[in-house]
C-alpha cells in the first residue's frame, strides 16, 4: 500500500511574511550566519561540523547565492567594450604599432570575441572551482585537524563571506580606482582569511598568518597559470588560418 505524501499547508501572505523574518532571523538564517562568520567564525564553523547545523546557511547554497550576485555584478561593471579597448591599447603598444595590420585586426577581434565568451559564461565556474582547490591546500596545511570533505565547507563559508564583501564594495567601483579598490580589498581578504584559519583552526597566531600567506600564494600561482593557459588556448584555437 502506498504511503500518502500530506499536503503542504497552502501559501498565504502570512507563509510570504514568516519566510522573509526567517531570512533574517538573528537565532540562525543568512543574517546570522553574517555576524556569526564576522565576529566568532571558529566558534560558528565548529558548532556547524560537530554540534548543530540548523543554524548557519548551507555552506555550498550560501555560496552559489554570493558568487551569483557577485558574478551578475561584475558583468554589468566590465562591459565588453572597455575591455576590448583597454586590451587592443595593450596590444598595440606591445607590438610596438599605432595601427594593426588588417589580420592582427580580425585575430585581435576573435580573440576578444572569445574571451569575453569565456568570461562572461564561465567567470561564476571559475570562482567556485576555486574552493576545492583552496579546501586542498587548507587539508595539506592543517591535515590532522579535519577532513577534506570538512575543510571544503570551511573554505565555502569563507569564499562566501569574502564574495559578501566584494559585492558591498562594488558600488565604490564606479567612485573610485579599480586598481586601488582591489588592493584594499586583497589586503583585507588576507587579514581576515588570517583570523578566520586561526580561530577555525586555533592556530597560533604567527604560524597561522604565514600559513593564511602560504594558501593565499599557492591558490594565486595556481590560478595564474590557469589563466595563462587559457589565454594562449584560446590564441591558438583563434589564431587566423592562412
Known sequence: MEQQIPQPERITSKTIWHGLLDIFNLER???YTIVALTIKPGAALREYL???RKKLVPPFRFLIFTVAIATFL?????????????????????????????????????YMTGITYIYNNYFNVFLL?????IALMTFWLWRKKMNYAEHLVINS????????????MMPILWLSDYMKLSIGYFIGSLIYSAYFYIQVFQEKIGRGIFKTLLVNLLYLLAYYILAIIIFIAAAIILMPKN
Open 74 to 110: 561584475t558583468l554589468q561593471y566590465f562591459k565588453y567594450n572597455e575591455l576590448a579597448q583597454q586590451f587592443e591599447t595593450g596590444f598595440k603598444q606591445g607590438a610596438g604599432q599605432e595601427e594593426l595590420s588588417d589580420r592582427g585586426q580580425e585575430f585581435l577581434q576573435a
Open 50 to 52: 560537530y554540534e548543530n
Open 129 to 133: 572551482a576555486g574552493v576545492p582547490i
Open 157 to 168: 563559508y569563507l569564499t562566501s563571506y569574502l564574495t559578501l564583501i566584494y559585492i558591498v
Open 29 to 31: 538564517g543568512l543574517i
